[in-house]
């Protein structure tokens, strides 16, 4: 396992960082099989877990607690905070109230006094910057949080927090969290160059693609039992034919290059300068052995060079992964008083 700065904060963390969506009643109910995901990361060098507290409504973040117990001063732990969290209007978002909140229950969820990365999971269009940053900066100011950073920010509100920041003479956001994978490079554009410029770190969810690049989804074959495939029509529905033939010139290059294809799509992401880590979401411990098989890897130039006529830099297969669309383009709030 390598580890990189994330950003300019000083702080390394593993290359492959554990996420953790799939443990509990979003993927695998055997908490037994979910502490052992998590001990064996950390016992294979993986010093970062991420979470969120919207994970089977806060369920996950108690279980990453528990597998953190007596091990809590070794990880870099990231959390999320904006969606929903019961029926109260103000029970989301990115508010004060609800800000300072959230924090709240994450910290009691996860069993720590606390978070090292606490992330707004999507920006929020009916808050102001400088009231967002100045609250962020106040949980940091209270040691409740060392850090803060975004997901899935596009790069002008990227750029916007750091001049907030600056303004407020606060802290600013020291990391992104966008999706990345070989068949997702839309954030090759704006948003990975920004980040290199403003010193932001890049920690890439789904670099698999939703299990895409596991090759576990075949044309004209049924997806495997349990899989995002087998109870998600939505997740095969879009495009699909362009994935499929996407999907099978990787494996070609894949064998060619004599590696599994998770081994290369996980290694791809790795490689752009940008990249501090890519997060892997095991659902039991043999997945999260595979995962790690390749940690050690690095591609050759003509590998990259074979990937980018497969899938052009830069291009997104199929919009719907991008996971956040401007909120400008949404017709109800195009049609609210200005």
């Known amino acids: 396992m390598d580890y990189r700065y994330l950003g300019t904060t000083g702080l390394q963390v593993s290359s492959l960082a554990l996420g953790t969506m799939v443990l509990g009643a979003w993927g695998n109910r055997h908490e037994e099989e979910c ?17 969120a507290d919207m994970y089977a409504q806060g369920e996950t973040e108690e279980i990453v607690g528990r597998a953190l ?46 978070i090292d990365i606490y992330q707004v999971h999507r920006p929020d269009p009916h808050v102001d910057m400088d009231d967002l940053m100045g609250t962020l900066g106040d949980l940091v100011r209270s040691g409740k949080v060392r850090y803060i950073g975004t997901s899935t920010w596009p790069a002008e509100l990227i750029v916007e927090a750091q001049w907030a920041a600056q303004r407020n003479h606060g802290p600013r956001f020291v990391c992104e969290q966008p999706p990345y994978s070989i068949l997702v490079r839309g954030v ?54 362009l994935k499929f033939d996407a999907v099978e010139a990787l494996t070609e290059l894949a064998e060619e290059a004599g590696l599994p294809l998770i081994t290369l799509a996980l290694a791809w992401v790795r490689e752009h300068p940008a990249i ?17 098989a390749g940690a050690d890897v690095r591609l050759s130039p003509e590998v990259l060079d074979r990937v980018d006529t497969i899938v052009a830099p830069g291009h997104t297969l199929v919009e719907a992964d991008a996971g956040w669309t401007t909120w400008e383009l949404d017709a109800h709030l195009r049609r609210l008083p200005g």
């Open 188 to 241: 090759e554009q704006a948003v990975l160059p920004t980040c290199r410029r403003h010193g932001v770190g890049v920690l890439a969810w789904a670099p698999l693609n939703g299990g895409w690049l596991t090759g576990k989804y075949r044309r004209k074959t049924p997806a495997p039992p349990g899989s995002r495939g087998d109870y998600s029509a939505e997740h095969m529905a879009p495009a699909t034919d």
């Open 35 to 51: 502490l052992r995901v998590v001990n064996e990361a950390l016992d294979a060098g993986v010093n970062l877990v991420d979470t």
């Open 69 to 114: 117990a007596g091990r809590r001063n070794d990880v870099v732990l990231a959390t999320k905070f904006w969606n929903p969290m019961g029926q109260g209007i103000n029970q989301r978002g990115a508010s004060r109230r609800w800000v300072m909140e959230a924090v709240e229950g994450s910290l009691r969820r996860l069993g720590t006094d606390w």
């Open 276 to 292: 501090t880590s890519a997060i892997i979401g095991p659902k039991t411990p043999d997945q999260l052995t595979e995962l790690l």
